[in-house]
């Protein structure tokens, strides 16, 4: 299995609180994603990153920032959550699609905003 | 815009009896297509690709797919399922000629029935 941890596994929080999620990697690939997963919707890119400081945004970035100050890290931000992005989230990882063709992704954080 | 489209929330098939399950895609270069699989509470894994070369493609666990251009159609077959192959399924595309953005579809339950 790809190295990929996502932290944390499970969150509750209250509308308006910030929340930050964290995607780590430990195959040194330089494409980062993260994606979110709801009923009826599949899987929606909300944002990735092509490099160390170099992001850009997906289909649902709205309420949404990323940042990525090392190859390894990942980091999704809810500045203040809302309960539409009650979701589960998905960080992914590939070493370029023109190279292998193929997203590893991590296990989930499932976050609930009350 | 590329997009994805996967006509079917939920497909039934008894066990040993061949599966398909549908996809069609809409990009305005060349396509890079993809099959993922999702077991419950688990991120989703890679199980085909298809970038160029022969129509149909084989992947894991017995499963391949059938590109058709004319028809801008992906179908995931199986000649024999398994009860071990229900999952959830998503069907994804690339366009190659724009950025590195895989965009997923909606996703496809596959009950296989002892």
């Known amino acids: 299995d790809a190295g990929i941890t996502q932290s944390p596994r499970h969150k509750v929080t209250e509308t308006g609180t910030p929340v930050t999620l964290r995607c780590h990697q430990t195959e040194n690939h330089r494409y980062m994603y993260w994606y979110r997963q709801d009923p009826g919707h599949g899987l929606?890119?909300?944002?990735?990153?092509?490099?160390?400081?170099?992001?850009?945004?997906?289909?649902?970035?709205?309420?949404?920032s990323v940042s990525r100050s090392k190859t390894e890290d990942f980091l999704l931000t809810l500045e203040s959550a809302t309960s539409s992005q009650t979701s589960v989230y998905f960080c992914a990882i590939s070493e370029g699609l023109a190279n292998t063709g193929e997203l590893f992704f991590g296990e989930g954080s499932r976050l609930t905003v009350l | 815009a590329q997009s994805v489209a996967q006509p079917e929330d939920q497909v039934n098939v008894a066990e040993g009896n061949p599966l398909t399950v549908k996809c069609t895609y809409s990009v305005s270069g060349n396509p890079y297509l993809f099959w993922y699989v999702q077991y419950p509470n688990r991120g989703l894994q890679f199980l085909l690709k298809y970038i160029t070369g022969d129509n149909l493609v084989k992947g894991s666990y017995g499963f391949e797919a059938e590109f058709n251009k004319s028809q801008t159609s992906f179908h995931l077959k199986k000649p024999s399922a398994l009860v071990s192959d229900s999952a959830l399924y998503f069907c994804a595309v690339w366009d190659m000629n724009r950025d590195d953005k895989i965009i997923f579809g909606k996703g496809t339950r596959l009950h296989i029935l002892p």
């Not at chain 1, 929606?44 to 949404?64: A, C, F, N, W």
């Open chain 1, 44 to 64: 929606r890119l909300i944002h990735y990153s092509y490099g160390v400081k170099d992001t850009d945004k997906g289909e649902v970035s709205d309420g949404y």
